[in-house]
């Protein structure tokens, strides 16, 4: 048990509709990350937020909008997606963003 | 080119067997990481460095800053041991992770 946690863990969703993945982190960090991992191809990070304020944002497509409420829960709405979009999608938090990151479990997102 | 490469990409090893994975990079870094990923998904964080060698059980992980060049040791290696091990780097005055590629390590029984 990490202390991360992200739901769901597996996801089917056709081009059209609308989703959410949920991340929620237990550990009272203050610095949150959606991180995507694409068949053989490295970690991507795509958005960091400090203090619940997004501080990064990797040229990730619009098609992708993080939300984070507060500093525990942060979220990746998805619409439109193309297939290319299937990946496993990793949440992590840190206390600070220079410090060690603790990750969830993924979520293993299939664009049909 | 990536900023962060590792090698070797795959690697079997033997029970027992001493195991080394090297991680170089190309950038200003203020740490670099050391993760372990299982199958299903799962990554934790084995060390974060910025100089000399740290050790946890049988792992031990180097940096050589002027060389850009961080190595990640397993002694009397276990087939639990079987994981994709990524180096990541945090860059300097950035708040992001640059990940490898990963090496993917099977020790067998």
């Known amino acids: 048990e990490t202390g991360v946690t992200q739901t769901p863990r597996h996801l089917v969703m056709g081009m059209t509709n609308k989703k959410s993945l949920k991340c929620e982190q237990h550990?009272?960090?203050?610095?949150m990350y959606w991180y995507k991992q694409s068949a053989k191809k490295p970690l991507e990070l795509m958005f960091v937020y400090n203090f619940k304020e997004q501080t990064e944002n990797n040229s990730v497509p619009s098609r992708f909008s993080p939300e984070c409420p507060n500093s525990s829960h942060l979220f990746l709405h998805l619409h439109t997606l193309q297939p290319e979009d299937s990946a496993l999608y990793l949440c992590a938090s840190s206390q600070g963003w220079a410090d060690t990151q603790y990750f969830g479990p993924g979520t293993r997102l299939t664009v049909l | 080119k990536n900023e962060v490469e590792q090698s070797p990409q795959n690697l079997t090893a033997q029970e027992g067997e001493f195991i080394t994975i090297n991680c170089s990079y190309s950038?200003?870094?203020?740490?670099l990481h050391w993760l372990q990923q299982h199958p299903g998904g799962g990554i934790v964080s084995l060390f974060m460095?910025?100089?000399g060698k740290k050790k946890h059980g049988r792992l031990i992980a180097t940096i050589n800053i002027q060389e850009k060049h961080s190595s990640l040791h397993i002694t009397a290696s276990h087939p639990r041991d079987s994981a994709v091990y990524i180096c990541a780097v945090s860059i300097q005055g950035a708040q992001k992770l640059v990940f490898g590629q990963g090496t993917r390590l099977t020790i067998n029984p």
């Open positions: 950038v200003g870094i203020s740490a």
């Open positions: 550990l009272g960090h203050n610095a």
């Open positions: 460095l910025s100089s």
